[in-house]
């Protein structure tokens, strides 16, 4: 027992020291638990759990398409789904003028549902869209807590990028 007296008289400031570094190394382990090993919980949280029972079908993409394709200036259109959003791309030839481009988006807007309207927000790009000579990239979105109205962004591509609404 004298022995240990002597050692811990003696090694004082080594014994502190070896005392902070083990409070250390355990606060970081628990740390680095919390972090990255803690939670396994979905990283949108609960916020998509009714998108379950509620999914866009092939079959309203099918008809989201037709309904663009029915305009013959009309290319290609990609839809995509992320989450809680719809993202509906639209490529066009020269000559589509930009109100034709916001009436045909804003015909969609029937074929989804009243409970797929209150869940998803849809947003429209449609590129090569004219308006007099200038072509433009149009962007419409719909909100779901919205009122169901489309809001339009133009951008010209043939000048700077300049928004109009």
């Known amino acids: 027992m004298d022995k240990l007296?002597?050692?811990l008289r003696e090694n004082k400031v080594l014994l502190v020291l070896a005392i902070i570094l083990i409070l250390w190394l355990v606060a970081f382990v628990?740390?680095?638990v919390i972090f990255f090993y803690g939670s396994s919980k979905d990283?949108?949280?609960t916020r998509l759990d009714n998108l379950k029972d509620l999914p866009i079908t092939e079959e309203l993409k099918n008809d989201v398409t037709d309904t663009f394709k029915?305009?013959?200036l009309v290319n290609k259109i990609v839809i995509?789904?992320?989450g809680a959003n719809i993202f509906v791309n639209v490529t066009c030839d020269d000559g589509l003028k930009v109100d034709t481009a916001k009436k045909l988006a804003e015909s969609t807007i029937a074929l989804f549902s009243e409970s797929l309207l209150g869940v998803y927000d849809i947003e429209f790009n449609i590129n090569n869209v004219v308006n007099k000579e200038d072509k433009y990239l149009i962007v419409?979105?719909?909100n779901a807590n919205?009122?169901?109205k489309i809001v339009w962004n133009e951008y010209n591509l043939n000048k700077e990028s300049s928004a109009k609404s």
């Open 5 to 7: 007296k002597k050692f």
């Open 30 to 32: 628990i740390i680095v």
């Open 43 to 45: 990283v949108y949280g």
């Open 70 to 72: 029915s305009e013959p």
């Open 80 to 82: 995509n789904v992320k």
């Open 140 to 142: 419409g979105t719909r």
């Open 146 to 148: 919205s009122d169901g």
